[in-house]
């Protein structure tokens, strides 16, 4: 069982940066961000393989977020620029220990942090 700790969230203009924390318990899995929207389903925001090398995003965020991991440090981050109104959620971080096919799916995700709240006003 790994344990996560988000961190980082809050309020910023539009066109503003964050960058979001993740502490775990442990290393040795797939880690992910995603995030809901008031009313909305979960979705997918941005996920990265054990090794680092490898890395996936929603088309939303694309060209704006970047995630990355610190495995040093038991630590996945989420570094998300040029926010957008259209960004506001409360941001999860999740572990899955599959070794498929990169998932994209929540359910796929065994582990969830308790959330950060992201709010980006126009």
């Known amino acids: 069982q790994v344990q996560l700790v988000e961190s980082g969230g809050g309020l910023v203009q539009a066109g503003g940066s964050l960058r979001l924390s993740c502490a775990a318990s442990?290393?040795?899995?797939?880690m992910a961000w995603f995030r809901q929207a008031p009313g909305k389903e979960r979705e997918f925001v941005a996920g990265?393989?054990?090794?680092?090398?490898?890395?996936y995003y929603a088309d939303s965020v694309k060209g704006r977020f970047t995630i990355s991991r610190d495995n040093a440090k038991n630590a996945v981050y989420l570094q998300m620029n040029s926010l957008k109104p259209e960004d506001t959620a409360v941001y999860y971080c999740?572990?899955?220990?599959?070794?498929?096919?990169?998932?994209?799916?929540?359910?796929?995700?065994?582990?969830w942090g308790q959330g950060t709240q992201v709010t980006v006003s126009s």
């Open positions: 999740a572990a899955t220990g599959w070794v498929g096919g990169f998932s994209v799916t929540s359910n796929d995700y065994h582990y």
């Open positions: 442990g290393s040795n899995y797939r």
């Open positions: 990265i393989r054990r090794s680092g090398g490898s890395t």
